[in-house]
C-alpha cells in the first residue's frame, strides 16, 4: 500500500475528535511530500537538526510536532515555527521555551511529558513533579507557553494488559491535573498517547493525539 492508503486507512479507525501525527523521522522528504499530496498536514520529527532542515525546504503550510527530548539550548532552533512540543520534561526546558517565545512575540504550545512506562530510560515527570512544578511561583510566572496536556510512551512489550494500565494511569493523571489547575483552561485538552502498535489502545484510553510513523511510512533504517 502507497503512504496515502495508509494514512487514509488508519483515518477511517480514527475517531474524528483524534488528530493524527505522521511521525517522519528518518523518512526521506519525498516520503512527506507523498503525505502531503494525499492531503495530510501534521507531521512529526523526534531530533531539532532534522525538523529544522525539513521545515525550511517543505510546503509552510505544514503543522510541525516535536516529538522527541529536547535540550535546553536547542529551543531557538525551533520556537519560530513549531505547532506543538510533546516533550516538555523539565521546568528547566519550559523556562527556556517560555525565553525564546518572548523573543519571537509567540504563544508556544506545550504538552507535559509523563513517565508512564516501566523503563528507566524513558524522559518525563512523575505526576509529583509537575504538580509540584504547578504551584511554584516561577512556573506561573511564565507567559509564553500554553501547557495544552500531556504526552506518555507506554512500556515496550506486547502484554496488552501492561499498555492499558499504562495508558489509563496517563489518562488519570491529565483528569485530576485538570480539574485541579486548569478547570478554566480549554487549551487543555490534549492526551499524545499511541504509536503504530498500540494506537487503537490509545484511543480506547482516552488519546487525543496519535503519533504514528511505521505503519504510515515503513520500517525506519
Ligand atoms: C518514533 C516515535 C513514534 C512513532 O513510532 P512508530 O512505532 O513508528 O509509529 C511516536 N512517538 C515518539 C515519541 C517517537 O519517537
Avoid at 104 to 115: A, Q
Avoid at 166 to 186: M, P, V
Avoid at 206 to 214: A, K
Amino acid at each position: 500500500m502507497s503512504i496515502t492508503q495508509n494514512i487514509n486507512k488508519i483515518k477511517e479507525e480514527l475517531p474524528q475528535k483524534v488528530k493524527l501525527v505522521a511521525v517522519s523521522k528518518f523518512k526521506p522528504e519525498a516520503a512527506i511530500l507523498e503525505a502531503y499530496n494525499g492531503g495530510q498536514r501534521v507531521f512529526g520529527e523526534n531530533r531539532v537538526q532534522e525538523l529544522v532542515a525539513k521545515y525550511q525546504s517543505l510546503p509552510k503550510d505544514i503543522e510541525w510536532h516535536l516529538i522527541g527530548h529536547l535540550q535546553s539550548n536547542k529551543v531557538k532552533y525551533i520556537v519560530p515555527f513549531v505547532h506543538l512540543i510533546h516533550s516538555v520534561d523539565s521546568f528547566k526546558l519550559l523556562e527556556a521555551i517560555d525565553k525564546e517565545a518572548i523573543k519571537f512575540k509567540r504563544v508556544v504550545d506545550c504538552l507535559l511529558e509523563v513517565h508512564i512506562a516501566e523503563e528507566d530510560a524513558k524522559f518525563g515527570f512523575s505526576e509529583n513533579e509537575i504538580i509540584e512544578m504547578l504551584e511554584s511561583v516561577e512556573f506561573k510566572e511564565l507567559r509564553n507557553i500554553r501547557i495544552c496536556g500531556v504526552m506518555g510512551m507506554a512500556t515496550f512489550t506486547d502484554n496488552e494488559r501492561q499498555i492499558r494500565k499504562e495508558f489509563l494511569h496517563l489518562s488519570a493523571i491529565f483528569n485530576s491535573i485538570k480539574n485541579k489547575y486548569f478547570n478554566q483552561s480549554s487549551a487543555f485538552c490534549e492526551i499524545s498517547i499511541g504509536m503504530s502498535g498500540d494506537y487503537k489502545l490509545a484511543i480506547e484510553c482516552g488519546s487525543t493525539i496519535v503519533r504514528i510513523g511505521t505503519t504510515i511510512f515503513g520500517e525506519r533504517d
